[in-house]
């Protein structure tokens, strides 16, 4: 199964979530909102509710979380994760908590010689 599945049947409003965000998809023809969507289904499985069910110092305690887990996904996966979230309130009209989440910094490389 899934990991949308898997949170449509945990959490079964989720699934008129991943509806409107797959519409978007189609609409928008972008293919990170479908990365954004597995990323907001693992957040769903984690919390077994919505994200708006969420209050922001639990957000925050989750994605420290990740931060410092070894075993955690990539950066890649982690800024999915944010962003997917920041989209995910905005689509719901969230604005202020889409807001709430932390900016990411870019990572400067350094070239050696």
Known sequence: MSIVLSANAMVPEFALVVAKLSNQ???RGQSTLNNY???IALFVLHFNRLPE???EDEI???LVTL???PKSPSRS????M???LRYYYRLLGMNKKAIALPSLKREIKTIID
């Open 60 to 62: 925050n305690e989750y």
């Open 67 to 69: 931060t410092r887990d």
């Open 37 to 39: 969507i597995r990323r």
């Open 53 to 55: 069910q969420i209050s």
């Open 25 to 27: 998809v189609d609409l």
């Open 77 to 80: 996966s982690f800024k999915h």
């Open 82 to 84: 944010v962003y997917g």
